[in-house]
């Protein structure tokens, strides 16, 4: 078998970046590890460095990263909510140190703050009440989240004291103490929901909350470390006096921070933090460290993304060793069989660590660890966690290196590795695991969102040969689930009830529990928006798909092959039969429309529309949107944390419409 060509792999590694990244920041519910992700991101940067003539400005390689979400209404920032400038390394703290010192010659005193790892948000206080909170958003404008940020015990709804402003905005961190970190999970676990990652991700979602009775069951917890805009109250010359002054009014500040008058104590404040960094009941991913001297920080300026007068010394990430225990395989809905170490659980950067993914067998081989093995676990801030290697020097004699399984632990079918992959598949499609992972799929949030059918159920269901395939779930009555096990009236008719309001998510979402390859959200919304019908899709050829705006070869081909599974069609005529809506409304392109022949790119969030309605609106007017950039692109419209499309956008020299200017192009296209 041939070695696959470098540019079909790279559209390959693209198209599946671009769907983990739709899943970890649209749909919340990351699908593979930051170290898989990350797996897929080497692998393209090295191919990109040995090809360069197949480097484009869209490909992942080239941008930030992240997907913009609109959930919450937006709040413009008074002044902007800048993010911090980072240090890892002493020299690099002593350059922050003799590029103020430029600036501003003469003595410099400094405090020095945990750096939290929670998230930045504004508190505003009017007449000494708590009238609105906001998160940071993109700096500029952030998203509404009083009711939440109310329930936090820890934010005082009242000031207290005489000379009170009447208008005061302070900026703190919104953090999840790790007693109440490790107690929700515990909560989580028992309820059978999604455990969170860290605190941080735990903190991030309990403010994204709609209901905020949620968030109030969370335990989350402020500090307050920044002044926005002041009105009234006093003159306040130094940061110090500035945080002496909030916690006078009843405004949390941390107790651990620091006046520091040189350099000397700089350094050993950052030290010192870093040595008690698990002392302090909270994350702290670093140490920040200001100019105090308010004059001496408005000589220094910021840039547009930071201050000059503060930097964030950030700590490296935490490792810890442990015993591998054993190395397993699990397998997942594309039969992919990923290894994974089980480990003597370790406490390792804020939660306890038991699992960590080994990618695949090359991995495996590179890092060469052995069950019994003591290896190094690393965390950095974010997330998953990861087996750096073993402590050589502590192998027990004999130790045996760890071969890949020859059969699925679930079915017993071979384990194939094809040339040029990197990964190990279970080659029957009939695997139990294999349909199990399928159906939670087909169920979940990104796809169906049935709620109360998660893994476990889903297991307990086919055990019981109530389901083998997707479709069987719209056969499940109270009368069927009776008699299993842990399954009350009430439940079952809940589970049913959710059953049937799934049936009209409608056709893009039915694409996406399909559990067809490399077939992520957007693509999937593009096929059903030009197709409107599943009965259509399934006798699209090839190359008609392909001709859909955000429809690669690799996507086309693969939805193509997908149905012409007789069995995948059986499914969806089950589908039907259920009384599933594989519809969507389509969308004829209006002709003769003011936009007519114009192509639209929408990248980041708009505080005006939603992504779908900024589409209608376009579509109103005769115009097409489509998800990549090309010379073809008439306007790329940029919203918040515009994506990588922007930059395309630019090198491309394609015209870039801000939400206003899109919204005055609407207007006269309407008018
Ligand atoms: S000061 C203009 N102080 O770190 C400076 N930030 O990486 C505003 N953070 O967005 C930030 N602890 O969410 C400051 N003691 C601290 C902090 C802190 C945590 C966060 C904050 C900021 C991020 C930048």
């Known amino acids: 078998m041939a070695v696959p060509d470098p540019a079909e792999r790279i559209e390959q590694l693209r198209t599946e970046i671009e769907y983990h990244n739709e899943r970890y920041f649209l749909e919340d519910e990351p699908e593979i590890s930051d170290a898989e992700f990350d797996a897929f991101m080497r692998e393209l940067r090295e191919l990109e460095a040995a090809h360069p003539e197949l480097v484009t400005p869209d490909s992942p390689t080239q941008s930030p990263g992240g997907v913009a979400a609109a959930t919450f209404a937006p709040v413009p920032h008074d002044v902007p909510m800048l993010s911090l400038d980072n240090a890892f390394a002493r020299e690099e703290l002593l350059a922050w140190h003799d590029r103020i010192v430029k600036i501003v010659p003469g003595p410099i005193e400094f405090v020095g703050e945990p750096k939290l790892d929670g998230l930045a948000i504004s508190l505003l206080y009017e007449q000494g009440r708590f009238t609105r909170a906001a998160t940071r958003g993109d700096g500029v404008t952030g998203e509404d989240v009083t009711p939440n940020v109310a329930t936090i015990a820890s934010v005082p709804k009242r000031l207290s004291g005489a000379d009170l402003p009447e208008r005061l905005e302070v900026r703190g961190e919104v953090f999840m103490p790790l007693q109440a970190f490790e107690d929700l999970n515990r909560r989580q676990g028992e309820a059978g929901d999604r455990l969170f990652a860290n605190p941080r991700n735990a903190a991030a979602g309990s403010l994204r909350q709609k209901d905020a009775r949620i968030t109030a069951s969370r335990a989350l917890d402020f500090f307050a470390y920044q002044l926005g805009v002041q009105r009234g109250g006093p003159k ?9 002054w909030l916690a006078s009014l009843g405004i949390p500040v941390n107790p651990h921070i620091e006046q520091l008058s040189d350099v ?163 080659v029957n499609v009939e695997c139990p695991e294999q349909r199990v992972q399928r159906i939670c799929y087909f169920a979940g949030r990104g796809a169906m969102d049935i709620e109360g059918l998660g893994e476990e159920r889903v297991r307990q269901f086919v055990d019981a040969g109530l389901l083998s395939d997707v479709a069987d779930i719209y056969s499940l009555t109270v009368a069927r689930l009776l008699p299993l096990e842990r399954m009350a009236q009430k439940s079952a008719e809940n589970l049913v009830q959710a ?3 799934s049936k009209t998510r409608g056709l893009a979402r039915v694409l996406v529990g399909l559990n067809i390859r490399h077939l992520g959200p957007t693509a999937a919304q593009a096929v059903a928006r030009v197709t409107g019908d599943l009965a259509v899709i399934e006798k699209t050829s090839e190359e008609e798909l392909t001709a859909i705006d955000g429809v690669g070869p690799v996507i086309a081909q693969s939805v193509q092959q997908f149905f012409s599974v007789k069995d995948n069609r059986t499914v969806v005529a089950k589908l039907r039969k259920a009384g599933v809506d594989l519809t969507a409304p389509r969308v004829a392109p209006v002709a003769g429309g003011p936009l007519d022949s114009l192509t639209f790119v929408l990248t980041g969030g708009l505080a005006t529309f939603t992504r779908e309605s900024a589409q209608a609106a376009i579509e109103e007017l005769g115009g097409k949107v489509t998800s990549s950039v090309s010379k073809k692109t008439s306007y790329v419209v940029a919203g918040e944390n515009p994506g990588s499309k922007l930059a395309k956008a630019e090198s491309l020299g394609v015209t870039i419409l801000d939400e206003e200017g899109f919204q005055a192009l609407l207007k006269d296209g309407r008018s």
């Open 499 to 501: 059953i049937e309001s």
């Open 264 to 426: 000397d104590a700089l350094y050993s404040f950052c030290d010192r933090t870093l040595e008690h960094r698990h002392l302090f009941g909270y994350e702290i991913d670093g140490a920040v460290v200001k100019v105090d001297d308010l004059a001496q920080r408005a000589e220094m300026g910021t840039t547009s993304r930071a201050p000059r007068w503060a930097i964030a010394y950030k700590f490296p990430p935490e490792e810890k060793t442990t015993i591998l225990l054993g190395i397993f395989v699990s397998i997942g809905r594309t039969g992919r069989a990923t290894p994974f170490a089980q480990l003597e659980p370790v406490f390792v950067g804020g939660s306890t660590v038991g699992l960590a993914t080994l990618h695949n067998q090359d991995e495996v081989a590179r890092k060469d660890v052995r069950p019994g093995d003591t290896v190094i676990v690393r965390k950095a801030g974010d997330v998953i966690p990861e087996v750096v290697g073993p402590v050589l020097a502590k192998r027990k004699r004999g130790a045996r290196k760890w071969v890949f399984p020859k059969n699925c632990p679930a079915c017993g079918a071979p384990l194939v590795r094809l040339v040029g992959e990197s990964d190990h598949h279970c």
């Open 236 to 244: 306040l010359r130094s940061h110090h006096e500035t945080l002496v």
